[in-house]
């Protein structure tokens, strides 16, 4: 870990990961469109069982890594609630 020694770091820091993250959630994104390809009914896009497995392994990781649990948690359960939103108007398109 980076032991910073002002405000300007500690954001400089902050702004790459940020990148780094929008990036990956970019990615996230074009295979969260391509499940819609896969699925039968809205049920099935919204897949609850999946996003309790998702939400699951990543509280296991974020113990294993250090990550605050919580924050994970609640950042993974609004971004998965996005990307269905996101992928209900591609299956909606596909129809
Ligand atoms: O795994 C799926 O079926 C997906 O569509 C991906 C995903 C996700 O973002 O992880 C999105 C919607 C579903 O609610 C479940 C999981």
């Known amino acids: 870990m980076i032991e910073c020694n002002s ?9 790459n990961i940020d990148e780094q993250i929008v ?3 970019a990615q996230r994104g074009e295979f969260v469109k391509q499940a819609a390809k896969f699925k039968k009914d809205s ?3 919204k ?5 309790e ?13 250090g990550a605050n649990e919580e ?10 609630d996005s990307f269905i939103n996101a992928e209900m108007k591609e299956f909606e398109k596909l129809k």
């Open 43 to 45: 049920d099935a896009v």
């Open 71 to 80: 924050v994970v948690e609640n950042v993974y359960r609004s971004m998965i």
């Open 7 to 15: 405000i300007d770091e500690v954001r400089n820091n902050i702004n």
């Open 23 to 25: 990036k990956l959630i």
């Open 53 to 65: 497995e998702v939400i699951n392994k990543v509280k296991d990781l974020a113990k294993s890594t």
């Open 47 to 51: 897949a609850p069982k999946r996003v």
